[in-house]
C-alpha cells in the first residue's frame, strides 16, 4: 500500500478580472489499472482517482471523469476565468471512497 | 530457360510468403475488430449518435513515446467558452487499449478555455481519439497516431 496520496496544486496569487489563467494540478497516486498481474498470476484489484473537480468559491470550473487509462501521479492543466478574488478548491475521488481535497487563495487586483 | 527458372522459383517463394501471411493477417484484424467494437460504442455514447465533424479541435501528442506508461497529451477546442458558443466536454480514447477509455473533461463558463493537459497510459502503437461535445450538440473529432515503444498497462 502507497503513502496517503499528496495533492500538489500550482495556482498563481493574482490575476486581473475576468483573467484566464492555466491550473497545474498533481496527486501521488499509484492508479493500478486492473490490468496488472502479481507474481502469482492474480489480477492486482483495480484502485485509481475517479473523478477530479475544480471549484473557485463553491462554483464549479472543471471536472474530469477519470479511467485506468491516465497514468500513475495523475497529472491535470486546465484553465479557468478569474471573475473575483477567493478560493480554489480542488476535489479528488479515489475507488475506495477516499476524498482528497486541497486549497488555494488568490487575489484579483 | 534459365530465365524462365528463376521467375517460378521467385514465384514459388512469393505464394509461399503469401499463404503464412494470411493467417497472421486474420488474427490480427480479429483483435483489432473487438476492440473497435468498444470504441464505436463508447463513441456513439458520447455524441449520442452524431457524426464527427472535424476541425475545432486539436489534439497535441508525441508521434513516438518511448515510454508508454506516461504519454503526455492535450487537447483544445477552438471556441469563446461564452454566450452559445461553449465546450460541454472532451473525451479522450485509446482505441488500441484494453479499456478504449481515457478521460472525460467537463467545461463550464467558468473554465474561460477548453483545454486540457495530462498523462495518458498506451497499451501500443495506435490511434489516439479526441471528441468534444458542443453547448448546441454538434461534435468535432481530432486523431493522432502515436507510436509506443514500450506498452504501458503492465501484465
Redesign the interface.
Known sequence: MAATPKPRVKVPKTAKAGE??VLKTLISHEME?G???DKEGKVIPRKIINKFTCE?NG??????????????N????????V?ESGTFKFTWVDDDGSIYTDEQKIEVR | MEDRMTLTRRRVLALTAGFAAVPALQLLSGVAHAAAEDTTKLIADFTGGKEPQSGKIKLTAPEIAENG???PV?VSVDSK?ADGDMVQSVMLV?EG???P?????????????A????????AKTQSVIALAKMADGSVYMDKKEVKVTIG????
Open positions: 484566464v489563467i489499472s490490468q496488472r498481474k473557485l462554483q464549479l470550473v472543471f471536472s474530469a471523469d477519470i479511467d485506468p487509462a491516465i497514468s500513475a495523475p497529472y491535470l492543466e486546465f484553465s479557468a476565468r471573475p | 506508461n506516461t504519454v492535450s467558452m485509446a487499449n484494453p479499456r477509455e481515457v478521460v472525460t473533461f467537463h467545461f463550464t463558463a467558468l473554465s474561460g478555455a483545454a486540457a493537459t495530462t498523462r495518458m497510459r498506451l504501458g498497462c503492465g501484465g
